[in-house]
Each structure stands twice: as C-alpha cells, then as structure tokens.
C-alpha cells in the first residue's frame, strides 16, 4: 500500500506561468516532507522540505503547503521555467532510521 | 567534494552473472541507501545500512545482498542477475536520524540484464 501518492505522471505548464505538484500522504505520524528533483541522467537532488509542525515554506521561487487535515502536501514554483522542466518527487521521513518514502513522482515540462 | 559516487555508470549482464555495484560517500554520514528506479514505480528502497556494521532490508531486497564495507563504502551485490532487475540504481546517505534535507544521492547505475 503507497504511503506517498504523486497521482499526476505529468504535468504541462507554460513558462512564467505557476507549476502546482501534489503530494498526499496516509500516515500522519510522518516528521518531514520533501521534494526531490531530478533530471535525465543525474541522481534525484533536494529541492525543499516542510516540517510537519508548518503548514508553510518558501525558498526563492519554490514554496511547499502542507494541510495536515487533509494529508496533503503541495510544490508550487511561481515564475515556472524552462530549466524546471525535471521529475519531482515527493517523499516523507517518519522514522527513526530517516527513511524516506518516495512517491511515484511528477514530470513537469515548462513549455517557452 | 564528491558527495555520492558510485561505480559503473552503466553496466549490461547476461542472465545468471553476477556483479557488484559500488558506492561511497565522503560525508561522514552514519546511514547509507540503495533505491532502485523503474518507469512508473518511483524510488523504491533494496537495502539500508543505518550505521556501520549493520543492513537491513528495504521494500524490495530479493535477488539482491550488500556489504557495509566501512563507515564510507556501501555495495550492492547481484548474485544471479534476472531480467527484472534491469532498472537504475541509486545509492544516497545520510547523516541519519529525521532530517530536514534528506539524502545526497549518486549519479546512478543504470543497469541492463539480456
């Protein structure tokens, strides 16, 4: 059973325009949520990650939303471009080993 | 500042051999991991070594065995490789414990079994 659903394979979104990846989540017991980014050919990189405590966080042009109630969690990245055009996963840490739980992931294209 | 190598970058095997995969870190991270990804399935976790001298097993470990060699160095280990293991393997560590930045990953091995 996923614990982490990313239910969007892709996502197409015009540049300047805003980019909106979803994340829901089925333990509420989990302590940080995170995004990963990952280009063809390269090994996934940390984008930006969410304390369970926040309902909000914001780094630059990326800011991830999590509502608790709901089990959901959100990436927005306002102004989209180009070189955003990548495979995002979502994933959550909930142990005391940190391991993370990796969705199924997102690719977004940012078309010029 | 490396992060996460692992060795090869690509590799192609018959059915039945067997090989290694290599990785270290040069972090000083206590915890190390092998993911594998396929199309549509994400990044799914083999192995995990929380510290060193010890492994576990992950979501998906049969067909596969690993070695924490010492606190940097972490392999995976195909004894009889299958078709289905053919996919993309990335090793990652980290500090350990609940972290806001999660793991560095590798580059990636992306494997082929004929």
């Known amino acids: 059973d996923q614990q982490v659903k990313q239910n969007s394979p892709s996502l197409s979104v015009q540049e300047g325009r805003i980019s909106i990846l979803n994340c829901d989540y089925t333990?509420?017991?989990?302590?940080?949520f995170l995004w990963y980014k990952k280009y063809p050919a390269e090994g996934p990189t940390f984008l930006i990650s969410i304390s369970s405590i926040k309902d909000k966080n914001e780094d630059g042009r990326f800011t991830v939303f999590l509502n608790k109630s709901a089990k959901h969690l959100s990436l927005h990245i306002v102004p989209s471009q180009p070189g955003d055009s990548a495979v995002y996963f979502c994933?959550?840490?909930?142990?005391?080993?940190?391991?993370?739980?990796f969705g199924k992931g997102t690719k977004l294209s940012v078309k010029p | 500042n490396a992060g996460v190598t692992q060795t090869p970058k690509f590799q192609v095997l018959k059915t039945g051999q067997s090989m290694t995969l290599q990785c270290a870190q040069d972090m000083n991270h206590n915890s190390m991991y092998w993911y594998r990804q396929d199309p549509g399935m994400g990044l799914r976790l083999i192995y995990y070594?929380?510290?060193?001298?010890?492994?576990d097993k992950g979501e998906v470990p049969n067909g596969y065995n690993v070695s924490r060699l010492n606190k940097r160095e972490f392999s995976l280990r195909l004894e009889s490789a299958a078709p289905s293991q053919t996919s993309v393997y990335f090793c990652a560590s980290s500090a350990g414990g609940t972290t806001s930045y999660g793991y560095t990953f590798g580059s990636g091995t992306r494997l082929t079994v004929v």
């Open positions: 994933a959550a840490d909930g142990g005391s080993q940190g391991n993370l739980i």
């Open positions: 070594s929380a510290s060193e001298g010890t492994t």
């Open positions: 333990n509420s017991m989990f302590d940080y």
